[in-house]
């Protein structure tokens, strides 16, 4: 399959690439079209290892290394020891994003990210670390939106992976203002993979909001189940949160964990 020839220059251009690899479609795409450019002795991959990372994707990213034959390096952005970072402020991804570009630019003075058009549409401070650090976009250099994103994993080769549903870090679950702590993420962790195992690849959040835990279903999924579904997965996720805060289960809304202030 050929690059687009965008994107094959974008690509091309640097002496050298480090590719932040999150484990999503997005980044995984990326580090796939550079390899077919670059030839795998030109791509570092760096993936953070951080509670606030599913365990699924970084297993996902160590497979992937491992079928494309990428050398991969594994991090620790050092996120967890920011204040700002756990205080979850509205741009909590500002401190996250500057914690990781901070540590790659360390270990290789040219780092891409696998932003494409669409995200500049939305309210991403991330993309301001990126800009202080000198992050490229390559996606966004060739102009290519989350739909071509997708259309390039499948000429790839990709397969499963390029109709995996967007699933932004842990941390975006917990309502703007409450604390960042490594024991809720890993509830939200354990409950989304206990329900992806049962419902399937869908898109789904367990938020923890100061009213307690909600969990948000792709709305076709939630609108088909039965009562005593619903009920079913009320129970199970009692259970798995097990802290005797407020449990319910509702239809996925984007952003409602956030607070705008």
């Not at 994103?149 to 309502?175: F, H, K, M, N, Y």
């Not at 939200?188 to 206990?194: C, G, K, M, S």
């Not at 948000?216 to 949160?241: F, G, H, M, N, W």
């Amino acid at each position: 399959m050929t690059v687009p020839a965008a994107l094959h220059a974008a690509l091309a251009r640097p002496p050298s690439l480090t590719i932040a690899l999150s484990g999503g479609i997005d980044s995984l795409t990326l580090s796939a079209a550079a390899a077919k450019v670059r030839g795998a002795a030109g791509v570092t991959l760096c993936h953070a290892v951080s509670p606030a990372v599913p365990a699924a994707a970084t297993a996902r990213v160590k497979d992937f290394a491992t079928e494309w034959g990428l050398p991969l390096k594994l991090v620790d952005a050092g996120e967890f020891a920011d204040p700002a970072y756990r205080a979850n402020p509205v741009n909590r991804c500002y401190f996250c994003k500057s914690n990781l570009y901070g540590t790659l630019a360390r270990m290789g003075p040219l780092v891409a990210a696998g932003t494409n058009t669409d995200d500049l549409s939305d309210y991403r401070p991330g993309l301001q670390a990126a800009a202080e650090h000198g992050v490229l976009h390559p996606f966004v250099e060739a102009q290519m939106s989350k739909s071509d994103v997708r259309t390039l994993a499948r000429a790839l080769g990709l397969g499963d992976l390029a109709e995996l549903p967007a699933a932004p870090c842990l941390a975006s679950r917990i309502e703007t203002g409450l604390r960042v702590e490594p024991a809720d993420l890993a509830v939200i962790d354990r409950v989304e993979t206990l329900l992806r195992a049962e419902l399937g690849n869908i898109t789904l959040r367990c938020r923890l909001l100061r009213g307690g835990w909600v969990v948000e279903l792709d709305p076709s999924v939630y609108e088909d189940l039965s009562a005593q579904k619903r009920a079913a997965i009320l129970t199970q996720v009692r259970r798995a949160t097990d802290d005797g805060r407020a449990v319910d289960l509702r239809a996925y809304s984007r952003g409602s964990a956030f607070v705008h202030q």
